[in-house]
């Protein structure tokens, strides 16, 4: 079993989010990928983040009807801080036979070795999916200085350029302006519904 681990606060989710995940299933010959719901993101502390139930809820209507998607609990289910590292680790003793991906995107890569115990999260996984954007530029030189394991480990993945972020739809959505073709119809509608991001 290979198991992609897809984390992020999904505020909301997106169609970047599920390509992202679907090339990153494609490329890494994944059988599942684990989407991974951060209540109270540690880099995130001094932002206004939606309420877990309503990200919950949206992230659930994103990946409903693809049955290689799911949504993994490990991080509503356990106390903060929440780490990558911790949460891979625990991941790693749900599927103890599983081999795990820890999925990141380029520029993520970069801040690797300023993560919080990177050593740790690369321990517990067996590949990193780095998910690269057409014309990015990454140094491994630097990477394999100062966290060579993380460089023997990388997985690359080639993504399609969509300037599409959840804090541009939420913008657009209290501004009034156009948004409907960035979400997946199921999310854009319980968007509507509720009254999210008004």
Not at 66 to 74: D, K, Q, R
Not at 78 to 84: C, I, K, L, N, V
Request: a negative charge; charged letters at 20%; glycine letters at 6%.
């Amino acid at each position: 079993m290979r198991l992609g681990i897809f984390g992020g606060t999904f505020d909301p989710p997106h169609l970047g989010h599920l390509i992202l995940a679907s090339e990153a299933f494609d490329q890494l010959h994944l059988d599942r990928v684990l989407w991974v719901l951060t209540p109270d993101p540690p880099h995130k502390q001094h932002q206004v983040i939606s309420s877990l139930q309503q990200r919950l809820q949206l992230v659930q209507a994103a990946i409903n009807d693809n049955p290689t998607f799911e949504l993994s609990c490990v991080d509503i289910n356990r106390q903060p801080p929440y780490y990558a590292a911790d949460t891979v680790r625990l991941l790693a003793a749900e599927n103890p036979c599983a081999e795990l991906f820890y999925l990141v995107g380029g520029d993520s890569l970069h801040n690797l070795p300023t993560w919080y115990a990177p050593e740790t999260l690369l321990d517990a996984c067996d590949g990193l999916g780095v998910m690269r954007r057409p014309g990015d530029q990454i140094d491994l030189g630097q990477l394999q200085i100062k966290l060579p394991e993380a460089v023997r480990k990388l997985h690359f993945i080639d993504s399609p350029l969509l300037e599409i972020s959840s804090k541009q739809i939420r913008e657009r959505i209290f501004e009034n302006r156009s948004y409907r073709y960035f979400l997946p119809e199921s999310v854009y509608q319980l968007i509507i519904e509720n009254g999210y991001y008004q």
